[in-house]
């Protein structure tokens, strides 16, 4: 069983940044697959980034790319998701979601793919 932990969420103006912790259990941390996803009021959950076990491959969704960066630090077993020059629509409780390395690369968007998941972090943006 693996226990995912996510911080750093909060109220910020439209422009701003804000960066997201994932803390994940286990000994195998740079094996995981991790992934963000986003939950907005009545809408699905969406797929936001993802990065592959030993960082081989970043994946973005169109909609955050060139604000968004996934990064990985595997000594402390943490993954971080950078979002800059936010916007009202990025407002959302955002999760993180961990899978113990057997997605391919094909796959890291869908949420179906991964088996451990936190609490999420609220974002809210205003404008």
């Known amino acids: 069983q693996v226990q995912v932990i996510e911080s750093g969420g909060g109220v910020v103006q439209a422009g701003d940044s804000l960066r997201l912790s994932c803390v994940a259990s286990?000994?195998?941390?740079?094996?995981?697959?991790l992934g963000w996803f986003r939950q907005a009021p009545g809408q699905e959950r969406e797929f936001v980034a993802s990065?592959?076990?030993?960082?081989?491959?970043?994946f973005y969704a169109d909609s955050v790319k060139g604000r968004f960066t996934i990064s990985r630090d595997n000594s402390k077993n943490t993954a971080f998701l950078q979002m800059n020059n936010l916007k009202p629509d990025d407002t959302a409780v955002y999760f993180c979601?961990?899978?113990?390395?057997?997605?391919?690369?094909?796959?890291?968007?869908?949420?179906?793919?991964?088996?451990?998941w936190g609490q999420g972090a609220q974002v809210t943006v205003v404008s």
């Open positions: 990065t592959k076990g030993s960082g081989v491959g970043l």
């Open positions: 979601a961990v899978d113990e390395g057997h997605i391919i690369s094909s796959r890291v968007r869908d949420s179906s793919q991964y088996d451990y």
């Open positions: 286990g000994n195998t941390f740079r094996r995981y697959t």
